[in-house]
């Protein structure tokens, strides 16, 4: 049985009383997430991290993501040069679930993924409409010309919680020169409790 340390507290069965977060390594890219909720009761998950990468510890961070109650739990669970892969789980019923992202846009990777290179950017902005949660995803990647890096062609897509799942609202383009300020702006975790990106 891995030794869980205290990783937060947040309130992530949604009644309103913070919740205890604890993570212990099992071993060699085998962690344990456990959850002691305020009412005495106990969720575990165990998960995997890609035991290619340097991840000294998995934890991110706990915020709200999606649009049911309580606090969402952000794991680093696999890390390139410059692109990050996250778990991120929600409280349903008892149990600690995987919440899956928004449907991948054509040639992007699946999975929960945040990224931040000359080549492109990757990023998630957790925002409300109204009394409904919102999600946008942004993804941009570099246009070259003969003569190099002309500039970044951005998508961002508007999504909204429908209960279960994600449903696009609207969707923009906007095209960036290679040096515009305005670059990368939305590249990262850009939610409250989350860092824009892992510190690994
Ligand atoms: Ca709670």
Redesign the pocket.
């Known amino acids: 049985m891995a030794r869980c340390t205290p990783a937060a507290t947040a309130?992530?069965?949604?009644?309103?009383?913070?919740?205890e977060i604890a993570l212990g390594q099992v071993n060699t890219g085998r962690w344990l997430l456990r959850v002691l909720?305020?009412d005495g009761s106990a969720a575990e998950y165990p998960f995997d991290t890609a035991t290619s990468a340097p991840i000294t510890s998995p934890w991110h961070g706990a915020a709200v993501v999606d649009g049911a109650p309580g606090a969402e739990i952000a794991l680093l669970t696999d890390l390139g040069a410059h692109t990050m892969w996250f778990t991120v789980l929600t409280y349903r019923d008892g149990q600690l679930t995987e919440l899956g992202p928004p449907p991948a846009e054509a040639g992007q990777a699946e999975g929960w993924v945040v990224d931040s290179a000359d080549s492109g950017w990757l990023g998630y902005t957790c925002g409300r409409s109204g009394p409904a949660s919102t999600l946008l995803v942004t993804s941009a990647r570099r246009i070259d010309g003969p003569s190099g890096a002309e500039g970044y062609d951005e998508t961002s897509v508007l999504f909204g919680w429908a209960g279960s799942g994600w449903q696009e609202i609207s969707r923009e383009t906007r095209a960036y020169g290679h040096a515009d300020p305005d670059t990368h702006r939305l590249a990262g975790w850009n939610c409250e409790g989350l860092p824009r990106f892992a510190r690994e």
């Open positions: 309130d992530v069965d949604g009644d309103g009383a913070d919740d909720v305020a």
